[in-house]
């Protein structure tokens, strides 16, 4: 996993390596001015450019961009500095009395590579005058990028922005800042190059998550095995107007290793399934008028033996499935794994049924279902994702799966984001496909942070597979799932 950061835990890691390890300030910014002017190096050699302008703020960012030009000049570039700033901090302003080149006053946009050092980790809101023209004026130039720690004009926690510069390659010193990987930043970093320049972090982190972090969920498998070593997941889905919901699911499970997988769908819905996945267990579930209802005796004979229990996918928003919830939130005791119109439901109906849930509880929303489900605006749970999902896991002791670019996995304690993915799963389908591909993991005794953070690797692995083959435009949910063995053979190589 690699470690990711706030601005604030960056900061707070900057003063401790000031002040308590003993590293002078300007000996850290000479060592991020050297990385920044390595990846500008990398740029030139490639474009076979030698004309370089930084583009400089006043803070220490814009230090970080002085120092860089200084080092390509003192390699024999042609660089140039526009600063936008008449004040300076006191590390910037030495390092703008070190750089013995031309300062300008104003854009050159003849440049092969840009130094974007105008705003740190600092910068919220919106750029404003010569700052916003700058900006504007960089992404215009056709010259690479090189954007000092973060993007210009991004907003280093949330990733949100409204004008921002587009990098080719964002340098990330110390650490990867969150908002490069959330919201808007996957589309505006460009390449992520995290430098190590030697300081030191406390433990309070993010953490990114990587094939290798779950390698170990699918190790080889003992001759002596049989298929209840491995689970039983029961898809718990659908309704007339959602048929397809609980298909998607089940051959998800299937694909994804559990011993038993289970679909239970509505009355109306059973005839037309018969033979789909002939290796699944195919359940009638008592219905009304094609929706799923409540009854206690077939919720109890469908939880025995249930390591893992999805509910939700394609069900609609009814009191019905409401009731179905409090039933499993009350008297299972497995992991019980809530997606989509389960998820509706329980904004609808109450979501305090989830305190003191006698089962283990996954919630995988997509930003609108869970400020419906939180009762936050959906601009706010766009800014602040993170953090009110931490906050919802650790009031109602459950673990939330925040979907987006970037997902959010946080059980109120850990937060794992997962990168893994494609634009090809922005399609109706791909939450149904998650569902049963966390169901299958989770049934195997994984723990419930490990199953939703391993899902959404796997999902996003095998839309990306999926993507290579058919384009972003045409992969549907079932070109995801026929991905999922070459996804989970990727972890084990």
């Not at 700058?134 to 973060?150: F, L, P, T």
């Not at 409204?162 to 800042?177: I, M, Y």
């Not at 994804?256 to 033979?275: D, H, N, W």
């Not at 699944?280 to 005796?297: F, N, Q, V, W, Y």
Request: aromatic residues 6%; glycine residues 12%; proline residues 3%.
């Amino acid at each position: 996993m690699q470690k990711v950061l706030t601005c604030a835990q960056m900061r707070a890691a900057d003063e401790y390596t000031i002040r308590t390890l003993g590293v002078a300030s300007q000996e850290l910014m000479e060592r991020a001015g050297a990385a920044i002017a390595e990846e500008a190096e990398i740029l030139l050699s490639s474009c076979g450019g030698k004309k370089v302008l930084a583009v400089c703020g006043g803070g220490n960012n814009g230090g970080d961009g002085w120092c860089a030009a200084r080092l390509l000049l003192e390699k024999g570039y042609d660089v140039s500095v526009f600063s936008l700033s008449k004040e300076f901090s006191p590390d910037c302003a030495a390092q703008r009395e070190k750089f013995t080149g031309e300062q300008v006053q104003t854009f050159l946009p003849d440049a092969d590579v840009i130094i974007d050092a105008i705003f740190g980790t600092g910068f919220h809101g919106e750029p404003q005058g010569e700052f916003a023209e700058a900006i504007r004026k960089i992404n215009q130039s056709g010259a690479k990028v090189v954007s000092a720690d973060v993007p210009s004009g991004l907003n280093g926690d949330s990733g949100m922005c409204s004008l921002c510069v587009r990098a080719d390659v964002t340098v990330a010193v110390g650490e990867l800042k969150a908002g490069l990987l959330l919201a808007n930043g996957a589309d505006v970093c460009g390449k992520i190059v995290r430098k190590d320049i030697g300081i030191r972090t406390g433990e309070e982190a993010m953490w990114r998550t990587q094939a290798q972090d779950f390698a170990p969920l699918f190790p080889p498998r003992r001759k002596n095995s049989n298929k209840g070593n491995f689970g039983k997941a029961v898809i718990l889905a659908g309704s007339l107007r959602y048929s397809g919901a609980p298909l998607l699911s089940a051959a998800a499970a299937l694909r994804t290793g559990c011993g038993y997988t289970c679909l239970a769908l509505p009355e109306e819905l059973f005839s037309a399934c018969i033979g789909k996945f002939p290796e699944a267990i195919l359940t009638r579930a008592p219905s009304e008028k094609g929706s799923l209802r409540c009854d206690e005796p077939f919720l109890r004979s469908l939880m025995a033996g249930a390591d893992c229990i999805a509910v939700g996918m394609g069900c609609g928003v009814s009191d019905g499935v409401y009731d179905i919830l409090c039933f499993l939130l009350r008297e299972y005791r497995g992991v019980l794994l809530i997606d989509a119109d389960g998820i509706n439901s329980l904004a609808a109906y109450g979501v305090q049924v989830l305190e003191n849930a006698a089962c283990k509880v996954i919630l995988t929303p997509h930003p609108k279902e869970f400020s419906r489900l939180s009762d936050c605006d959906f601009s706010e749970v766009l800014e602040n994702g993170v953090s009110l999902a931490q906050a919802f896991a650790k009031e109602y002791g459950c673990t939330v799966l925040l979907k987006g670019n970037t997902s959010v996995i946080t059980d109120g304690k850990e937060i794992l984001l997962n990168t893994e993915g494609t634009p090809a799963l922005a399609k109706g389908g791909s939450g149904d496909v998650l569902s049963g591909i966390i169901a299958a993991i989770a049934a195997r005794g994984v723990s419930p942070l490990q199953a939703a953070a391993c899902g959404a690797f796997l999902l996003g692995r095998a839309g990306e597979y999926a993507a290579r083959e058919k384009g972003e435009y045409s992969v549907i949910g079932t070109d995801v799932t026929e991905k999922l063995p070459q996804a989970i053979l990727s972890l084990q190589v």
